[in-house]
Every structure is written in C-alpha cells, then in structure tokens.
C-alpha cells in the first residue's frame, strides 16, 4: 500500500513527476505514479481515487488545472496540486488549482515545484504519526 498517490494529468508532466519521486524515495516513502486525465480518462481517474488506500494525493496538472480538484471532489483526503507552466508561464494552472470553491480544499505549490509538493506530503505524514 502506498502513502502517497502521485497523479499527473499528462505523460508530459513526467519532469515534475520525477521531482516528487525523487524527494519521495530519498526519504524512503511509497508512492504510486499515475497519469489520468480529468478530461481524457475521468472514469478512470474516479475509480483509481475511489479504490487508492493512499493517504494524500499529489495531482500535477497544466493549463486548466482540472486535475487537483477532481480529486479533491471525490476524496476527503489531502491534495496538494502542482501546476506545471507552459501556456501564460503556468499562471492559468496556478490559479486554476489555488482558487477552489469551498468545501473542494486543495493545497497549491508553486509552478512546476514538485519538490515542495513532496515535502509538504512528507509533513503531513508524520502528523499522523505523533
């Protein structure tokens, strides 16, 4: 069982994606990687979220952003959206994931920081711990 369920929108977030994992096995914390789209597999990406035993959800996503947010409708764990820069620099993706109607939380790092996005799971983690 994985901790954490990495979650890309696109194989072409894969730079960002080895960010997390990097940060991820340095500090010996399992994961599984995925790549769902909200828009291209949305059955697909319910099902994975429905069924994942993992206790937070890293979601990378570009331009619209849909990704973190999906997820976040569907579980009442953590998510802690990456948006990844390509049109308008990542700035569309950004606020996508940043301004969720309440009730939808998603925490949002900076664009394309896939490494605090692995931190922060990290934190969160060991809150459950103690």
Request: contains cysteine.
């Amino acid at each position: 069982m994985a901790d954490i369920a990495i979650i890309s929108g696109s194989a072409s977030d894969a730079a960002i994606t080895d960010k997390v994992k990097k940060v991820l096995d340095a500090n010996k914390v399992t994961y599984d990687a995925q790549i769902l789209s909200a828009h291209r597999d949305p059955d697909k990406l319910e099902a994975y979220v429905r069924a994942s035993h993992a206790k937070i959800f890293i979601a990378i996503a570009g331009l619209s952003a849909a990704l973190p947010g999906v997820i976040a409708s569907r579980t009442d764990k953590p998510v802690i959206g990456v948006p990844v820069s390509g049109t308008l620099n990542g700035m569309d993706a950004l606020l996508s994931i940043a301004q969720m109607p309440k009730g939808v939380p998603v925490a949002c790092v900076g664009v394309d920081n896939g490494d605090n996005a692995a931190w922060l799971a990290i934190r969160i983690l060991k809150l459950a711990k103690k």
